[in-house]
């Protein structure tokens, strides 16, 4: 069964702090890969596609790694405008459009 | 970027009315939607995946005949909340991707309040 699991379930940091947050896979042959950021009462908002193991993207202070088996969200020195839940999600190949999504990180950046 | 409008944002209402909750993909045709539904601090659920000219997938669990859904044109589609009860009462999210291997792009959501 397609799955994605991700940790901690909240972190909550200081300006300033670098860390990452994880997300783990299972799937029948992975599609792609994503990340969104969600505010509280919005809906998400995506950040970034990641489609093959070694694939790395960036956006300020957010970098978005993949293994066969786990993504990574590295935030680099993060703001308190940062505090968002981050979601992972995953599209199989026998999926279709359906993307299966992670329970989310909540992350708390403390000035 | 491709942007999906969802409306109304926020609904509250008496138990027993029926409501409808609209979804457009703004600058993208979407043969495809998704409907969510999300409780306080969990993530998203999908409820049901609704088809341009077809019937809408449902869900384990989730009753087709109190979540009506129409999907008529390639940039609309609706969720009815038919005779809602305060159990109903949540965050409903809809989402359309621009195409295969590609995100979902996903809409403010509706904050459904049934008294």
């Known amino acids: 069964e397609d799955q994605v699991t991700q940790s901690p379930e909240a972190l909550r940091l200081q300006e300033g702090e670098s860390s990452s947050l994880n997300c783990s896979y299972t799937?029948?042959?992975?599609?792609?890969l994503f990340w969104y950021r969600q505010d509280p009462g919005k809906g998400p908002e995506f950040l970034f596609t990641?489609?093959?193991a070694g694939e790395e993207k960036e956006k300020e202070r957010l970098k978005a790694t993949l293994t066969k088996k786990e993504s990574f969200l590295h935030i680099t020195a993060p703001k308190p405008e940062d505090s968002a839940t981050y979601l992972c999600?995953?599209?199989?190949?026998?999926?279709?459009?359906?993307?299966?999504f992670g329970a989310g990180t909540r992350l708390f950046v403390k000035a | 970027g491709a942007v999906v409008s969802q409306h109304p944002s926020r609904v509250i209402c008496k138990s027993g009315t029926s409501v409808k909750i609209e979804c457009r993909s703004l600058d993208f045709q979407a043969t495809t939607m998704f409907w969510y539904r999300q409780f306080p601090k969990q993530s998203l659920m999908l409820m049901a995946t609704s088809n341009e000219g077809s019937k809408a997938t449902y869900e384990q669990g989730v009753e087709k005949d109190k979540f009506l859904i129409n999907h008529a044109s390639l940039t609309l589609s609706t969720l009815t909340v038919t005779s809602a009860h305060p159990e109903d009462s949540s965050f409903y999210i809809c989402?359309?991707?621009?195409?295969?291997?590609?995100?979902?792009?996903f809409g403010d959501g509706t904050r459904l309040s049934i008294l």
């Open positions: 999600a995953v599209q199989a190949h026998t999926g279709g459009f359906k993307t299966i």
């Open positions: 990641l489609y093959s």
């Open positions: 799937v029948s042959g992975l599609r792609g």
């Open positions: 989402s359309a991707p621009t195409g295969l291997n590609q995100p979902q792009h």
